[in-house]
């Protein structure tokens, strides 16, 4: 397959324009020593029907949610997302576009970031949201570049309830500029703020926590704030969209910024990407956000319009000064969210949360009285939950899997501390049904 | 046309999906959340039928240009034709519906799929292993730049602090090395658009960690000097880091890893045809020479014999610079458009965008004013005739009265050290028709441009809005809806 239209008479009348012979001509700035002499050895030049066969044969080597059912969470969530938002995403106006430098041409993308922006500061309860980030580990990450940038202190203070790959991300993006990171251990699964006192000092620039955190559990968010405001650092949170329908924004408990990922909104599982991270803060941050903003304005008409705005904190004018690198970001998954949350609005989005709130703790109740398998904490919890199993998590795992079940996450791949412990997640997807009979086969297995 | 915002469209208890009743016990909720953890209201987001938000966001989409609405010269953006096949394949329930921590032995197909892409890229630019894991290409030129910063530190070299970028370099070029805690110095260009080699020699020493480089170069020409540019910095104790963004101009003609580069990014929504999505999402991936492989993010997917795996198992890694393992979609895409071409395809690829950039640029040879009269690659930048400027029309001008032929307008104002830049770059899905289009237009637009100014400086006439008062925006800033 081809995507070149060229014919060869078209060819032709180039060429002869240009006064060449053949195309390799205009390539010759390429220096015979660095020209490559020989074919690529690179598979394809399928036609659509074989392609198409090939894709589909490749697809089918795989088995997902669609096939097991799925009690797997732990930053990716088996969430139902509804048909329209695909439907929209597939406008490909919108998926064949650019980032909107001419706003002219793109009111379409740039009010729908718009959008995107005031429901995400609404959901976070924060001033002001951008226009999103790749994913909710950098949104993370670059959250605490922010607030080293604020406050002018090089080191940050992170929660070890914060997921596993999030606080990998953070020290990845902290080893460049040097930034020092701590972590805080947890007590019956969530961060206390008498432990967070004892690493904060003057030179934190942040701590950082997430709501609920990696285990489900619901932080303290109030007395972290006020634990981190104590040493004049900010409290960044990492925070579930989907249980900010139910729980009070983490704005309302004194976060200065708020970061997350935005998958469970409307975008599938995909094997981990594309998702979407979100990052709003509060207004007297604005100027250090990373990413891109859009505003609203008039046009020469007086016409209420949407631009690309605050641009002078953007790489492409400030270059080596600015507030980040990003360029591209995950426009189009942002609109997924927006769809989403359009479609499910302010009583669905606590459908759903109640949905999980209730599933789960139906659940955590249900394998609570199997024997070998009981639970190390009684925190509240939103989605997710620790169960400690008297058999290895993996050994369960495989047998669950032939029942056709995903089981939790074997806990004790990222806290030698809870081996023998998994985590299980269960969306408002998961029906009475489908936990009975996880409860069903790990009672047969313990 | 203007378009309310789906806040206005609201109405109080209209629910665009409903969900099912909850088909469990239930408890009440304060006994299963403490009552202080608990919004007193909920979230105010807009109440809309599905009607209403399907109506609306299609009126918006008519208010976007895509590549699928017209022709697309974004300069540096590589504009091509996302082909439908990819955007099947990318939607199989057995690529969407999997979880990133599924066992091995259920995602063979993902797996298999992401092996060979580091594989294919790693032969089409002559590196040794790569990463999928960046989700773009700014991200990339962070995670290359860390990873050049971990080899050198593991070499005890903790001195090299500075990174080299060419003064025609893309703004995420310094941005990514400040980022990684590296000084960025400019090195200026020569009077044929390349790095200065004099310059260059003056700014390297024992405190240099990498050169960045784009060849061609943001001014669409090749770097000619590469080889002599590669000793140099690699005599000093520096790498030479490539960016990608311009590939689409070399595919099968020549390879970065050859010319001497250690580390490359990619942009996969760039050169290898997956859509851009509004601003997003990209990828970004990463190949490096041998000896800077172990410092790759982690997992990297791995064969053994026949089965394909993540190794965890890089104690020298830099970490990893996102959750999982990339924007797994988007890299199906782009598979499947490599699948779809070949390496032969691949090569016509590049002969055509390097073709389809000349001709336009033959075509306005004596209309514009091009500042590097060479051979140009996948695109050529330029500026407008010396009388307009008297008549005080501006690049941005003509870019706005090409809105109302139904163009997206080139590049402008980039790269920065070209006078009124406009950056032209076709790419090889367009037919000559529309090239001869485009230059018929830009040609009458320059007309006008002479004839009566004022047409110019108050275009656009025909689009859903027209020029937008930037300033006020900045000034003032209105990020979002607020109830009245």
Redesign the interface.
Known sequence: ??????TEE??R???A??KINH?DQ??????E????KR????????S?ME??R???????????????I?F?G???Y?H?V?S?V???L????????????????????L??I??Y???I???TGMD??N??M?????ALAEAA?MACATTKRDAVVVARTV?P??R??L???M????IKVTEVNYQDGVTTVQEAAKVLDKNTAALLVQYPNFFGC?EDLTGLAEAAHAVGALLVVCADPVA??????PG?CGADIVVG?GQALGL?????????GFLACKDKF?RRMPG??????????G???Y?L????R?????????T??????????A?AV??Y????????????A??C???T??TRDLLAKIPGYELPWTT?V?KEFVIKTSRAPAEI?RQL?RHNI?GG?DLGLYYPELAGHMLICVT?KR??QE?ELLAQRLGAIA | M??K???EL?SPG??????PD??????P?QK???G????EE???????S?LD??R???R??????????GF?P?GS?T?????K?A???A?????????????AE?????L??MY?MQR?LA??T?MDEFTLQP?????G??TG??II??YLESRGETKRTKVIVPDSA???N????????FK?VEVKSDERGGVDLESLKQVLGPDVAALMLTNPSTLG??E?N??EIADLVHRAGGLLYYDGANLNA??????PG??GFDVVHL?L?KTF?T?????????GPVGVKAKLAPFL?KPVVVKQGDRYDLDYQRPQS?????????????V?KAY?Y????????????S??A???A??IK??LSDQLRIPFP??C?HEFVASPPKDLKEKGVKTLDI??RL?DYGY??P?VY?PLIVEEALMIEPT?????ETLDQFADSLIKVLAEARENPDTLK?A?YT????????V???RK??????PE
């Open positions: 397959m081809k995507f070149i239209p060229h078209e060819r009348q180039m060429l324009a240009l195309t205009l390539f010759q700035d390429i220096p020593e660095v020209r490559l074919d690529l050895n690179v598979a394809g030049g399928l659509e392609l198409s090939h894709m589909a044969d490749l697809a089918k080597l795989n088995s997902g949610t669609d096939e097991y799925c797997l732990a930053g990716a088996d139902y509804p329209a695909k439907h929209i597939s406008r490909s106006e919108f998926y064949t576009a650019y980032t909107p430098y001419q706003p002219e041409i793109s009111q379409g993308v009010q729908s718009f959008e922006q005031s429901m500061r609404i959901l002001a949201a226009a999103s790749y994913d909710g580990a950098s570049l997921h790959e999030y990998e991300t020290n990845t993006y080893s460049g500029p040097g619901i900010l329908g139910l729980l009070k924004s309302q990922e599938p599982l995909s094997y981990g990407g594309p998702y979407v604005l891109r903003i859009v505003g609203q304005t008039v046009d020469v008409d016409k209420r319009s631009v705005t605050l641009q002078a953007e790489q492409h004018i400030r270059r080596d000064k600015a980040s690198n990003i360029c591209s970001n995950q426009a189009l998954c609109l927006t769809v949350l359009s479609l499910v609005g302010k009583k669905g989005l606590r459908q759903v109640e949905s709130v209730q599933k703790a139906y509240p939103f795992n899997l995903l996450l408002e029906s009475q936990i | 203007t378009e915002l789906i806040f609201s209209r629910q665009g999906i409903t969900f909850i088909d469990v016990p239930t408890a909720l299963l959340l403490p202080n953890y608990l919004r909920a979230p105010d987001l807009p109440e809309v599905e938000t399907v609306h966001f299609v918006l989409s008519r208010m976007n240009f895509g590549v699928d609405v697309y974004l953006c504009m091509k034709y996302n082909a096949v955007e099947d394949a939607s199989l329930p057995g690529f969407t519906n999997l979880h990133p921590y599924q066992p259920l995602t063979q197909g993902a298999q799929l060979e294919d032969e089409i002559g989700a773009a290409g700014a991200h030129e962070m730049m860390l910063k971990a893309h703004g995420t310094p941005a990514s090395a400040t980022m990684c805690g960025v020409l090749f000619d590469i080889k070399i595919m099968g003609y020549a390879r050859d010319m942009n929504h045809g859509p851009h999505g509004g601003g997003g999402p990209g990828s993010p830099i970490g990893r610079v996102k959750a999982f393992y990339g924007n797994f979609g988007v199906v499947t490599i699948r779809a071409l070949g390496g032969g395809g691949l090569k016509q690829v002969e055509h390097v073709l389809n000349n001709y033959h075509r060479r051979l690659m870019a706005k809105l997206h307008p590049t980039f090889e899905t367009e037919n000559k108050n656009p689009t859903p809005v027209r020029r937008l008062d930037e006020t925006a900045a800033p209105v990020l979002g809806w607020f």
